[in-house]
């Protein structure tokens, strides 16, 4: 599977973005696909997911209320609606991908498949 993020960008706080994840390859079976952030002298960590059959989501506490996750799996992708953008949202944002079930793991460790990432950046 390969998974290809694009989408950011530098936005001013309060702004919006919009990610987006096209995944290919062998997709057939995926469970959740997810976005994950890793901000400068920070770990890498998770934002949201959905899952690829029933839409189910998961967000962080820190984006709840801000950012929505949608998916289309006709077309393969995943996207990141970022709304209420402040500085703190700064970061490399990548897409993920498992095959595990049936809940959504919020651990990176439990994602098999990633892609290269893209960054956003807030100026206040």
């Known amino acids: 599977v390969q998974l290809q993020a694009s989408g950011g960008g530098l936005v001013q706080a309060g702004g919006s973005l919009r990610l987006s994840c096209a995944a290919s390859g062998r997709t057939l079976g995926l469970h959740a696909l997810a976005w994950f952030r890793q901000a400068p002298g920070k770990e890498r960590e998770f934002v949201a997911a959905?899952?690829?059959?029933?839409?189910?989501?998961k967000y962080a506490d820190s984006v709840k209320g801000r950012f929505i996750i949608s998916r289309d799996n006709a077309k393969n992708t995943v996207d990141l609606q970022m709304n209420s953008l402040n500085s703190e949202d700064t970061a490399l944002y990548s897409c993920?991908?498992?095959?595990?079930?049936?809940?959504?793991?919020?651990?990176?460790?439990?994602?098999?498949?990633w892609g290269q990432g893209t960054q956003v950046t807030v100026s206040s």
């Open positions: 959905i899952t690829r059959k029933y839409g189910n989501t």
């Open positions: 993920a991908a498992d095959r595990n079930g049936p809940v959504i793991s919020t651990s990176r460790s439990q994602y098999h498949y």
